[in-house]
Nanobody, 124 residues
Framework: QVQLVESGGGLVQAGGSLRLSCAAS????????MAWFRQAPGRARECVAT????????YYPDSVKGRFTISRDNAKNSVYLQMNSLKPEDTAVYYC?????????????????WGQGTQVTVSS
């Protein structure tokens, strides 16, 4: 199993920045890729960034491209999400997730392990 623990959420004004962290433990050697998802009240969970554990290939949807940056530190078994130019519509609970399957995916069903989530609130 893989355990994931997020941190770094909080309250920020529109235009501000936050950096989320996700620490992985357990069978980290089995990780192929990690991702950040978010879920706002009444909305479906959506993927906002993915990164391959080796090689570092990344993906972002248009809604966050140019504002969010995902990175990883394999030595620390950690993944980060730098969020800049935050907007009120970025308000959500943010989750990190890991998958072992080969290939890129933005589908939550393809991710087996999840963190507990961290709240990000952007005020206008």
């Amino acid at each position: 199993q893989v355990q994931l623990v997020e941190s770094g959420g909080g309250l920020v004004q529109a235009g501000g920045s936050l950096r989320l962290s996700c620490a992985a433990s357990g069978r980290t050697f089995s990780i192929y890729a990690m991702a950040w998802f978010r879920q706002a009240p009444g909305r479906a969970r959506e993927c906002v960034a993915t990164i391959r554990w080796s090689g570092g290939s990344t993906y972002y949807p248009d809604s966050v491209k140019g504002r969010f940056t995902i990175s990883r530190d394999n030595a620390k078994n950690s993944v980060y999400l730098q969020m800049n130019s935050l907007k009120p519509e970025d308000t959500a609970v943010y989750y990190c997730a890991s998958r072992s399957g080969v290939g890129d995916s933005t589908q939550q069903n393809d991710y087996l392990y999840w963190g507990q989530g961290t709240q990000v609130t952007v005020s206008s």
